[in-house]
């Protein structure tokens, strides 16, 4: 007898867990429908283009919770994407990815990341790229110390200076001015206007002694008429 209802109880625990693994699937694929509906609903995306939403996010949606990110925040980050662009764009299920994979290596919300993406792309960043080049702001923006929220949000604010100032390293000469301006509290539209002058020699000088009168690090620059 004894043995007997120890194999019922066993066969009963069994069944327990059975159900409550199949109520934690069900819960975990019911956030997953929710999340895709809410994006594809906040994008206006019908059809094709709304499976296509799907299908990169249920692809992506393993790799995303072994990283502890859920559908809703890959949703957002979708949302904010598309937004940042102006277009119903959809990310790839690799660029969902790797939104989930930086934000963790970073501490930075899925969100913000997908709206960083959305920037670097009107920038002209290939989706190829996309990840290295957000990799290379966070890690630099926090080797100097700096918020990597703000860095993200001046290139945000700034990213038209891409086209009016012709940075020689492309996104990378931005996102330098960004630091800097972080950095030293400076704003950005002032070191904009200082560097369209200083094509000419009195646009040096008049950058120089600007340098110079704040001090601290600037002043090394010594001798205007040295530039």
Partial sequence: LKATLGTLKEKTQEIYKANFALDKMYSYLTDIDGAIKSATLSMGLVGENAGMLRDNMYGAASFAATLGVSMEELGRATEN????????SIPSQ???EDFAEIAKGT??????IGRFAGTLSKAG???????SVMQ???DSSAEMGLNV???ESGLRENIGLMNRLHFKDGINGLTKMIQVSERFRLNVSEIASLSEKIFRPEGAIELAANLQMLGGEFSRLGDPLTL
């Fill in 94 to 96: 690799q660029l969902l």
């Fill in 136 to 138: 290379d702001v966070v």
């Fill in 107 to 112: 501490g930075a919300s899925v969100e913000d």
């Fill in 81 to 88: 994407y598309s937004k940042e662009l102006g277009l119903a």
């Fill in 149 to 151: 929220s703000a860095v």
């Fill in 125 to 131: 960043i290939p989706a190829s790229r996309m990840k």
